[in-house]
């Protein structure tokens, strides 16, 4: 049998309390004492995965390498562990279905009854031991979507009890995150929601070996005894985690309140080394002490919703602490942006970026908000529709195509500078088809993105349907204007940039998807730097 452990992390009483959060800063905690960890997310909805919801019902989309379109928590994962996740890291019900129904289309089940148990059940627990079986891990985090009590999440519940069952109490570990109420008319933290939680969790046969309290106020002696008490655990396995400043905080509280210590005892597994949090506290240490304060805008269509962007969030955050630097986000709808506006809207701005996007609603407020960037020296970064609306700006106000447009918004346009790629021109089905995954792209010498990359070869993760239509390059692409990434196999381009500019640099790809907490990604970095400057000059 494997030695691969089992952390399980369920959640009660409501949504986002931030299961990802902790799971991260759990493995944060325990890849610092060596061990060799990786986290995976069940998520009970049918959408066979995330790539066709829009933002406003699951936030971002997440990306990884080997192109699998996932939640935005394996994001957190890969930015707190600095390490890969993959498509097996990622499963939700539609995809368990999916792969059940066609193992009955091929006969596999010889005639039996499909059944949710044990077919579905069977399905989901392969799957939770993926990963573990690889025997590349140590631990094993999986982080079950929605909250308990849901119809949706039962099979999964019901899996979780059968891998305690079928590896033994030693090898495996629950760990409920609940909340924890303040009732601001009587002063009062409430207990009784997470000892129903925990409670409708036992109906399913599984106990909780430790409770992570969301909470805005300390918990008192008193309380973590009651809760102790009441919901069957050990006094020390009832953890407090109070709202932080930033999510990179969590770590260090759940090392306060000794969640990996209680978490390495029950799973009878001693620390292979001391915690080694040094470049996370350096980190830590730069974020909150920063040196100066910057603007940036981030132009969307998504912008009211603060997850649909996460990743390029959090890149801005790592980004602004290498350069010493606090970043205030100026969400900017592109649908009211107008040129009556503009001015007002952008002036005070450091740096703008102009967020990855699909459709048409709101491109034009973008394409204005690029050209007061490109003619004003606003350092610029426009990534994956950002970068294509570059292109559209610079052929319309430059070049002079008027109406040069995508195929995307106008099918029949007069001049479609960005165009569907060969390649997609047959696909009809929505889910899992765009160009995905990460592609190699190389890098002009001397040119923006090769001075921050400091390589001449670089992969990133892609998201896209469109492209930059070679067909225009003659006529575009100028002095001015200038190719600096191309990939190597189909000559698809990757990278654009303004010259006659402090730092305008427009990417087919999304580099917010690789920067991690430990390794800022180079164009988030010199992008700030670029507006850092503008800023201290001004
Ligand atoms: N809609 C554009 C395309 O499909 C851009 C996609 C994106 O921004 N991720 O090419």
Redesign the pocket.
């Given at each position: 049998m494997s030695s691969t452990k089992y952390i399980f992390v369920t959640g009660g009483v409501t949504s986002s309390l931030g299961k990802g959060i902790i799971a991260a800063s759990l493995a944060k905690l325990l890849q610092s004492q060596n061990f060799k960890v990786t986290i995976q997310k069940f998520d009970p909805y049918i959408n066979v995965d995330p790539g066709t919801l829009n933002p406003y019902e699951h936030g971002e989309c997440y990306v990884t390498d080997d192109g699998a379109e996932t939640d935005l928590d394996l994001g957190h994962y890969e930015r707190f562990l600095n390490v890969n996740t993959s498509q097996a890291n990622n499963v939700t019900t539609g995809l368990i279905y999916q792969s059940v129904i066609e193992k009955e289309r091929k006969g596999e089940f010889l005639g039996k009854t499909v059944q949710v148990i044990p077919h579905i059940t069977n399905e989901i627990k392969d799957r939770m031991r993926l990963l573990g079986n690889s025997g590349d891990y140590d631990i094993i985090i999986t982080e079950i979507g929605g909250t308990v009590g849901d119809i949706e999440s039962l099979p999964y519940i019901e899996s979780v009890r059968q891998m305690i069952w079928d590896l033994g109490k030693e090898n495996t570990l629950v760990i409920h995150l609940t909340l924890i109420p303040f009732l601001s008319a009587s002063g009062e933290l409430k207990t009784k929601p997470t000892q129903h939680s925990v409670k409708t969790l036992m109906e399913s046969g599984i106990s909780a070996d430790i409770i992570v309290c969301r909470t805005e106020h300390e918990l008192s002696e008193d309380l973590r005894e009651k809760l102790a008490l009441f919901c069957n655990v050990k006094r020390e396995a009832v953890i407090q985690s109070i709202d932080v400043d930033t999510i990179y905080d969590v770590p260090l509280k759940m090392l306060e309140e000794g969640l990996d210590t209680v978490v390495l005892q029950r799973l009878r597994l001693k620390p292979k080394q001391n915690h080694d949090l040094k470049p996370w506290n350096a980190f830590l240490e730069r974020v909150r002490n920063p040196k100066n304060f910057i603007k940036i805008g981030l132009v969307g269509k998504y912008v009211e919703l603060q997850d649909s962007y996460k990743s390029i969030l959090e890149s801005l955050i790592h980004a602004g602490a290498e350069n010493e630097t606090e970043i205030y986000v100026e969400s900017l709808h592109s649908e009211y942006l107008e040129s009556k506006n503009l001015n007002e809207k952008l002036e005070n701005l450091d740096g703008l970026i102009v967020a990855?996007?699909?459709g048409e609603r709101g491109i034009e407020g973008k394409i204005m908000a690029i050209s007061y960037a490109r003619i004003n020296n606003v350092p610029f970064l426009g990534?994956?529709?950002g970068m294509?609306m570059a292109v559209i700006e610079y052929a319309r106000n430059k070049v002079g195509l008027m109406n040069a447009n995508s195929t995307?918004m106008v099918s029949d346009c007069k001049y479609p500078v960005i165009d569907l790629m060969e390649s997609q021109k047959s696909i009809k089905n929505k889910g899992g088809t765009?160009r995905l995954g990460s592609w190699d792209c190389n890098l002009i010498p001397n040119t923006k993105s090769a001075i921050a990359y400091q390589k001449s070869r670089i992969n990133e993760r892609h998201?896209?349907?469109?492209?930059f239509n070679n067909k225009f390059s003659d006529q575009i692409f100028d002095q001015d204007f200038i190719i600096s990434g191309i990939n190597p196999e189909t000559g698809l381009v990757e990278i654009i940039e303004y010259n006659n500019h402090p730092w305008f640099v427009g990417v087919q790809f999304?580099p917010e998807y690789k920067s991690t907490v430990l390794d800022p990604h180079p164009l988030f970095k010199a992008f700030i730097k670029a507006s850092l400057e503008k800023n201290l000059k001004a």
């Open positions: 990855p996007g699909f990534i994956c529709l294509q995307e765009m998201r896209h349907r469109y492209e999304h």
